[in-house]
């Protein structure tokens, strides 16, 4: 076969992007072993070290190659490139085109790598002494991302996928189009049929989505620094010199975390109809889950730290946040979730090796638990055999990969029981440690709620797998997990929320009253009075709260006692700076995140609990009213004015702009005359329908937060439709189309009053009334009679209520038939939602970050100190 | 008993509640005959709407109520009435995931629904 030439096509920039993919893969593998060898060395320590370096400068340089070429292919808008064509498209604006360049699955694990790479670069500068070990897990990981990106075929599976991927290799079917053969375009010219790509999807359109995917990307990358530590402490067994010098990575993997998932959520308010900023989603968990166990992690490191308790669980803690994170990946990321989630990703063959990457890093943290260098190459070995078996076999073997894990996991924890120093004195109450400690299981627990609720896709695929057979008939819980028809809390608000209230107002209360006790030892009547004083101003303070935010103390009382510990955290963390650290802010970070959570959860507390949906909808009567009591949305007729809540809301009609329609609502606040104009919009898009983009008034104590729901679609509208005649005689009265009408009486007059060509005619007006609950109209139609005969009718039209009239005489005396037509009019279906005081969730969370950066300058200062005295 | 295994303890006692709140709370996947025998119980079917016997919506009179014909997996036919704002497109979709309960012999009361319209990149292609 000849070898076709395509024309048109910019091979060099996918080329070198490739060779780049090799070349930092290369690079990782190599500095890995190097950086691995100079850990385990002694003589070669420095030598080992300088080549990882070598080689981890050119994977570097590689990474941002990778990067780089990606980009100028997607901002060149080359679509002979699959992932240009998928995932953008010409009139795609630049920032956007950020989000093309993650959108797709090759390149969120392009971000994720490059991340890490920049993290390591930071890493290869600071670190000293650490630096081989916990570099060598930094590049293990790097290895494992960049074969994902590989997209070569060995034996018959293809390892990973290539963002580099030619549209014609991807799609071979395009060239084939009928289109070709009718235009008579050659195979080789196929570029000229492919003038745009498919565009970037409409929901990621939104400058949030700029910035979130790469700020929580950036906390999963960082949290790899803790799990490295952590593993290079049982590996050179420095069983607790690790902490002090992670714990400012820690925190800031913390910080970023926290601060991407919060721009998740504020993504969510602004462009999302579900209605808030936190739904409980899947994927929203998933990275919440990891998030809440690498702050207890930090916690139970620093108390080990400062009283050598709790090392054991610290090391779970960092492991498990890690393995969480990279399964929240791929969760996200597999389509497991598929119809469970309003925002689950779509499904490539990357899956298999995401699952093989937790695998391997759960395993890790084992293989380093054995102490003697026998168990481990052993461990090792079983290890390498287990990975093996999965990769011949072409697929992920759950059973055989379940029950090695669950060996592996018995082995860490009976290794890291006998290994690890024991920290334990005489345990006492009175300590700081056993209440952080306490926190710490509450945060773990809270965690592990989460997880339960958000993995039930996952429990459905392994109960099918394993349990399969024994599945038989029944509607049991566990009929339903063997045959993976669980499905996730239809109502997952309160499935989620009952059980994290509590878990929220235990840990708020902690954050108020640990600090005032003392590692080892305290002096309880000091403690006592310092947690009165809080305590006081905590009770003036939630009863003034509990008016103010208007909460029925006997059927809200569980978001009262939630308020209580909230302002309790607020204030215990308050006097514990004036007091404790004597006002001086630069040690206060700690207390200051704690102020802002717990300002976080005042402000959460009140806009979700007490959030009102204005649009309910009480006017019209429902036959099956008592089948769903609430009805949340409004019908606006365009400019029919309708009360909702203390507003008068018209909706005036609406705009399109490509690709946005925007619909305008007037809202008249009915208590004080103030007016203001929202545009909730949305895109109409053939795959996903409508995508309703809410517009929120922002004021100081609420937002008013409104998206439609429905539109007619808008090819419909315009067309008058006939209704049937009538038979009425003045003073009837009718119902047409949600209005009363009246046929009030018939004015005659000689025609030629009007006009000469009309003389001898007899016209004859119609009065109708048309009248709707605000208004009233008037209809005139006419007809002429000359002598006995009907002549002519002028048809008399309602524009603002959309309807005809038109009449002729009947065949009885003092009887005329009435036409009627209709047209239906432009409305849209709308949401409207009041959320009181959601500024104090933003201010709260600005605060906690605030509270982050100071903590993370205190800790870098005293892991800098710790390592001047070594 | 010292305090920390109390805690342990407590924390233990807390999971496995946990535990017991998914089991009672988990929803399930099924088809419409499984629907029928667990009445009381909202099910999640994977339908296929039947287009030629039309959708009944009249905003005017609800607009949160919206009527049609589905098919579910194994076959069974019945009629949906769902209890939400007809969703942009609906006569387009193809799959509609609905969330509810039986009722009577032939009608399916819905609370939710999902639907999925065919894809865009099949649309594409027919585009070009």
């Known amino acids: ?870 | 008993m010292k305090a920390k295994q109390i805690i342990l303890l407590i924390a233990l006692a807390v999971g496995i509640a946990a535990l017991v709140s998914l089991y009672s709370e988990a929803g399930t996947k099924g088809n419409f005959a499984h629907s029928a025998k667990n009445p009381d119980r909202e099910v999640r079917v994977k339908t296929t709407l039947i287009k030629e016997k039309g959708i009944d919506y009249n905003p005017e009179i609800d607009p949160e109520k919206f009527v049609f014909f589905a098919i579910d997996e194994k076959g069974e036919e019945r009629k949906v009435i769902c209890f939400t704002e007809k969703p942009y497109d609906f006569e387009r979709s193809e799959e509609v995931v609905i969330v509810g309960k039986v009722k009577g012999d032939d009608e399916f009361v819905a609370s939710k629904v999902q639907i999925k319209c065919p894809s865009k990149y099949e649309d594409e292609i027919s585009d070009i």
């Open chain 1, 1 to 870: 076969m000849e070898k076709i030439v395509f024309n048109n096509e910019h091979l060099l920039p996918g080329n070198l992007g490739h060779l780049f993919v090799v070349l930092s893969l290369c690079a990782a593998l190599f500095g890995a072993f190097a950086y691995f060898l100079s850990t385990q060395s002694n003589e070669g320590k420095n030598f080992w070290r300088n080549k990882a370096r070598i080689a981890f400068g050119i994977h570097l340089v590689s990474v941002i190659g990778i990067v780089a070429s990606l980009f100028y292919i997607i901002y060149n808008h080359y679509f002979e490139y699959d992932y240009a064509w998928q995932h953008s498209s010409i009139s795609l604006p630049v920032h956007y085109m950020i989000s093309s360049f993650w959108e797709g699955q090759e390149g969120s694990f392009l971000l994720w790598m490059f991340w890490h790479a920049v993290i390591g670069a930071v890493l290869v500068f600071k670190l000293k002494s650490w630096e081989s070990p916990v570099m060598t897990i930094v590049l293990m990981a790097q290895v494992v991302l960049g074969t994902m990106l590989l997209g070569v075929e060995i034996a018959g599976t293809s390892i990973g996928i290539s963002p580099f991927e030619l549209l014609r290799e991807a799609r071979p079917e395009l060239l084939t189009l009928p289109v070709m053969q009718i235009q008579n375009i050659p195979v080789a010219d196929y570029m000229k049929v492919i003038t745009d790509g498919t565009g970037l999807n409409p929901l990621l359109q939104n400058y949030w989505m700029v910035i979130h995917p790469p700020t929580l990307f950036f906390g999963f990358a960082a949290s790899i620094v803790p799990f490295a530590f952590a593993v290079s402490g049982l590996w050179l067994k420095k069983f607790r010199e690790w902490i002090a010098p992670a714990l400012p990575w820690t925190l800031v993997a913390v910080m970023i975390l926290g601060t991407g998932i919060l721009m998740g959520g504020i993504w969510a308010y602004e462009s999302l109809s579900f209605g808030g900023y936190w739904a409980w989603d899947p994927v929203e968990n998933a990275s919440l889950v990891p998030w809440l166990l690498i702050i207890a992690g930090m916690h139970v490191m620093i108390l080990n730290k400062n009283s050598g308790a709790s090392l054991m669980l610290a090391y779970l803690l960092i492991f498990v946040s890690f393995i969480l994170v990279l399964y929240s990946t791929f969760l996200n990321r597999s389509g497991i979730l598929g119809d469970t989630s309003v925002h689950s990703f779509t499904d490539l063959d990357l899956s298999g090796h995401l699952l093989i990457f937790m695998l391997l890093f759960t395993l890790v943290p084992a293989i380093v638990s054995f102490q003697r260098s026998r168990w481990r190459w052993g461990f090792t070995l079983a290890t390498l055999i287990v990975l093996a078996i999965n990769l011949i076999s072409g697929q992920f073997l759950t059973e055989i990969n379940a029950l090695f894990l669950l060996a592996a996991m018995i082995l860490l924890i009976r290794n890291l029981t006998k290994s690890l120093p024991s920290g334990d004195k005489e345990e006492s109450v009175y300590t700081r440690e056993f209440w952080m400690y306490v926190g710490a299981i509450i945060l773990l627990l809270s965690g592990i709620q989460i997880l339960f609720g958000t993995s039930i896709p996952v429990f459905n695929k392994i109960g099918q797998s394993i349990l399969g057979g024994l599945a038989g008939e029944g509607n049991t819980f566990f009929h339903r997990l063997a045959s993976g028809t669980l499905a996730p809390p239809e109502d997952p608000i309160t499935y989620y929320n009952r059980f994290q209230i509590w878990f929220a107002v235990f840990v708020a209360l902690l954050t108020g009253f640990t600090q005032f006790f003392r590692y080892n030892k305290s002096d309880l009547v000091r403690v006592i009075g310092q947690v009165r004083r809080s305590f006081l101003l905590t009770v003036i303070f939630t009863v003034a709260g509990t008016f103010l935010f208007k909460l029925n103390p006997r059927y809200e009382w569980q978001l009262v006692v939630l308020m209580f510990a909230g302002f309790y955290s607020i204030f215990g963390n308050f006097i514990y700076v004036l007091e404790g650290l004597k006002g001086k802010i630069r040690l206060a970070g700690g207390s200051i995140a704690h102020i802002g959570f717990a300002l976080m959860l005042i402000g959460i507390l009140v806009s979700s609990g007490k959030k009102d949906v204005i649009s309910v909808n009480t006017r019209y009567a429902y036959a099956e009213f008592d089948e769903k009591a609430q009805r949340e949305n409004i019908l606006l007729y365009k400019d029919v004015p309708d009360t909702m809540g203390r507003y008068l809301v018209t909706y005036k009609g609406h705009e399109f702009e490509s690709p946005i329609h925007y619909y305008q609502v007037d809202y008249t606040d009915l208590t004080n005359g103030s007016k203001f104009t929202l545009y909730p919009n949305a895109q109409i898009n053939n795959e996903q329908g409508l995508m309703p983009n809410p517009d929120t008034r922002h004021y100081i104590t609420r937002d008013i937060f409104t998206h439609v729901s429905s539109v007619p679609n808008t090819d419909e509208d315009g067309e008058w439709e006939e209704q049937d005649e009538k038979v009425l005689s003045p003073g009837d009265t009718f119902a047409l189309n949600r209005y009363m009408v009246v046929f009030q009486r018939i004015d005659t007059m000689p025609g030629e009053n009007i006009s000469a060509d009309l003389a001898g005619h007899l016209l004859h007006i119609g009065r109708f009334t048309i009248t709707s609950p605000d208004s009233t109209w008037e209809a005139r139609p006419v007809f002429g009679m000359k002598n006995i005969i009907h002549t002519y009718q002028i048809t008399s039209e309602v524009t603002q209520a959309g309807l005809r009239f038109d009449f002729k005489p009947g065949s009885e005396q003092g009887k005329f038939i009435v036409q009627t037509s209709v047209k239906p009019k432009e409305f849209i279906i709308m949401k409207a939602i009041v959320f009181p005081y959601i500024n104090l969730l933003w201010a709260g969370t600005i605060i906690m970050i605030l509270g982050f950066v100071l903590a993370i300058r205190q800790r870098n200062k005293i892991a800098r100190a710790v390592k001047e005295k070594v």
